[in-house]
C-alpha cells in the first residue's frame, strides 16, 4: 500500500519531503540484487532551445542525511543552513540540448528529480532542511522559471517513478524503467495535442478555474496551479466545491456509505452516516472507528486537513477513499467506495475540474492528479523490483 503525505504549501523542508516519499514505495520483490546505482536517461524531446538544467534532491537511504547526487550518482550532503535561508550549493546538471539524451547514474534515494528550462532554479537551505520551489507564492525566487519535476524511490526493492501533477501541471514529460527482459515501461505521456488542450479546457472552464493558469510576462505559460494552492493563492474560489459537498452530506445523512478500502480484503468494510453534521464510520460490529467533519474544498484537494490520512491502518485508508471520492465525484452516484471505474469519474458538473482535464489528455489516461490518485490505480507511476534502467523524456508542448 502507498500512502501520500500532503505536503505543506508554501515551503518545504527536504526532511518533510523525505518522510512523505519514503513512504511512497511499498516493497514487491525483496529477493532483487539492485545495484547502487542505475542509469537514468534524460532525454529532450521540448522543442525548445533553451537550456536544460537538472537536479536529483533527497535522502540518501543508507544514512538518512538529505542532499543532492551528482551526475555520477555521488551523494553530497545540505550544508547547515540559516535563517532567513541561505543559498544552497549548486546541485545543477547540465541536462541535453533539444533532441539529445544525457545519462546520469540514480543513486540510492528518495527525493525528487527537477528540471528547470533556460535559468537554473534558486534553492535556499534553513536550519531545518532545503526549502522547495513554492510557485503558488509570487515571491519564491522561482516563480516566472519553467520547471517541473518527477518523484522517485530506489531502494533494495527496487525503483518507484512517477510523474506528478499534485502540485502543479507544467512542462511536459515522461518517465519509464527498463526491466530485466529488456522492455520499458512508460507513463505520464500526452495525447497528440494534450498540452494545449489541457490549458484550453482550464481556460473555457467557468468558477475560477482558468486563473490557475500561471503565465509570464514575456507570454510563455508556466504552470497551471493544482486546485489546493490555487485557493491559497487566492485564484479559486474556496466555496468550489460546496454544492458537491453539502449534497454528499445530505445523502448520507439518511443512507450509508460504505468503504472497503483494501481491494484484497473485501470483508474489512467501514459503514459511514452522517449525524448532527460529522460523518461515522462504524465496523462490522457497529463500533465506532473514525469520524469526519464535513470537509471543505481545499481539504479534499489536498487529502488533508479534514480529510487527514495518518499511515495508520483504519482511518488513513478510509480518508484516502473519501478523498478519491469527493475529487472524482463518485460519492453520491455509488454508495459503495471505492468507485474504480474510470468512466464514472467527474461527471458531477461540480468536480475537480483540473484532474478531469488532465487525466482526458493523458495518452494512457494515467495521472497523479491529486495525492491519492493512486486508489484503485489511476496514477502515472511505473515501478519495478529489478530495474535495468530509468528514464525521463521531455515531450514536445505542442
Known sequence: MRVHTRWPAWALASATLSAALLTFGAPSRAEAAVPATIPLTFTNNSG????????????????GKQGWADANG????????????TPAPDASIV???????KTIQ??????????SFGQKLDFRVTTGGLVQPAVQNPSDPNHNILFNWSEYTLNDSGLWLNSTQVDMFSAPYAVGVKLADGTTK????????????????LRSQPGGWANLIQTRSDGTVLRALAPGHGIEAGALPATVMNDYINRVWTKYSSSTLTVTPFGDQPNTKYFGRVSGGVMNFTNSSGAVVTSFQKPDADSIFGCYKLLDAPNDLVRGPISRTLCAGFNRTTLLTNPSQPDTTSANFYAD???????????????????YAFAFDDVGNHESLVND???QQAFVTLDPFN
Not at 540514480?106 to 528540471?115: D, E, H, V, W
Open 48 to 63: 525548445r532551445s533553451e537550456q536544460v538544467y537538472v537536479y536529483d534532491l533527497g535522502t540518501q537511504l543508507s544514512t
Open 186 to 201: 512508460s507513463t505520464g505521456h500526452l495525447k497528440a495535442g494534450g498540452y494545449n488542450a489541457f490549458y484550453n479546457a
Open 349 to 367: 458538473a461540480v468536480t475537480n475540474q483540473y484532474a478531469r482535464n488532465l487525466h482526458a489528455q493523458m495518452a494512457d489516461g494515467k495521472a
Open 106 to 115: 540514480l543513486p540510492k534515494f528518495s527525493g525528487r528529480i527537477y528540471f
Open 74 to 85: 555521488t551523494f553530497h550532503a545540505w550544508p547547515v543552513g540559516g535563517n532567513p535561508p
Open 95 to 101: 541536462g541535453p540540448a533539444n533532441g539529445q539524451s
Open 385 to 387: 523490483g529489478n530495474p
